[in-house]
């Protein structure tokens, strides 16, 4: 039997006040993409639904001073419409323009991709480039700052606790640096990630710095940050990026299912790296 409850709260106190109250039955409800599904297969039969999707505190994308701040609900659609997000982070607009169809678009959220934690998110490879960090917030421990390389813990689990809420991603733009994304799927549209990857490379001499992110290859969305250290100061010279491409195979750690094997999912990986590089080397 399903026991779902429906709560719509007047503004962001009383959402937090609620996700206290009903403690591990609280669900925050942003664009119900996947709470829906999960309703509908059982897999989610009792909670209290809390609708955080128009608190002004958790919408709007603001350039603030170095950094861009996205609300927690802030749609995948309307990453898509911000000339901020066009111009400025155009890795996460790229993310944004293969993210399933217009019509989850519209409704699919960026807070609501991170917290439901799935090693294929979308939202957190692009993000994780980016080096975001996610600002929360609960009755219980106020609000806090968490770097999103430190936010995913498992395949559905994150760092948050039940009553806490996802208020705002923010990052730097870096625009110094050079970026590409590649999403991997059985088709182009409306595909989980078989695997993808973000690369962005701050070039000069040498690879001054480097920043590499991974879904879909690990039991989390992940930075490899091994090989990020080895490119560090290290000449674009094909052994080198052969090089590269072995640490980083070396710190993913794909499954077989469905949409790919293990061992498919590690040559797609070397492949999709090389790509990602000469791609950025060819960018003006
Ligand atoms: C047809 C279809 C296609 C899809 N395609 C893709 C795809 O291409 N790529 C992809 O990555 N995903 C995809 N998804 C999954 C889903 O759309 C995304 O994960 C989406 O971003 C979830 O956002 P939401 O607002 O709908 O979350 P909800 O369903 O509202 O919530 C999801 C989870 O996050 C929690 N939550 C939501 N907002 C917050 C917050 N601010 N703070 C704390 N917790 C919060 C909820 O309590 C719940 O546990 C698809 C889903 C469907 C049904």
């Known amino acids: 039997m399903i026991n779902c409850e429906y709560l719509k709260p007047v503004d962001l106190q009383e959402a937090l ?117 996610v600002l929360v917030q609960s009755m219980e421990k106020g609000i806090r700052e968490i770097p999103l390389r430190n936010f995913f813990v498992g395949p559905g689990k994150t760092v948050l606790s039940p009553s806490e809420v996802i208020l705002r991603i923010k990052f730097e733009p870096l625009s110094d640096f050079k970026f590409y994304y590649t999403k991997f799927g059985k088709r182009n549209a409306m595909a989980i990630s078989i695997a993808s990857l973000a690369v962005g490379i701050k070039l000069g001499k040498a690879i001054e710095e480097a920043r590499i992110a991974l879904g879909a290859l690990a039991p989390i969305p992940l930075r490899a940050l091994r090989t990020e250290e080895f490119l560090t100061g290290k000449p674009v010279q094909t052994e080198i990026l052969e090089k590269a491409s072995e640490i980083l195979l070396s710190e993913i750690n794909p499954i077989s299912d469905i949409r790919g094997s293990k061992e498919y999912r590690l040559e797609l990986t070397r492949a999709l790296f090389l790509r990602a590089v000469n791609n950025i080397l060819s960018l003006k």
Not at 24 to 41: E, M, Q, S, W
């Open 17 to 133: 006040k609620f996700a206290s109250q009903f403690a591990d039955r609280a669900r925050f409800a942003a664009g119900c993409t996947n709470i829906l599904p999960d309703i509908h297969t059982g897999k989610l039969r009792d909670c209290v639904l809390i609708d955080i999707s128009d608190l002004k505190e958790l919408t709007g994308i603001n350039r603030e001073d170095d950094f861009i701040s996205l609300g927690s609900a802030t749609t995948v659609a309307e990453l898509l419409n911000s000339e901020i997000i066009r111009n400025e982070a155009p890795v996460l607009w790229e993310a944004a323009s293969r993210f399933a169809d217009p019509v989850v678009r519209n409704r699919a959220t960026v807070g609501g991709n991170l917290a439901y934690g799935s090693p294929a998110s979308d939202m957190s490879v692009p993000l994780l480039v980016l080096d975001a960090t």
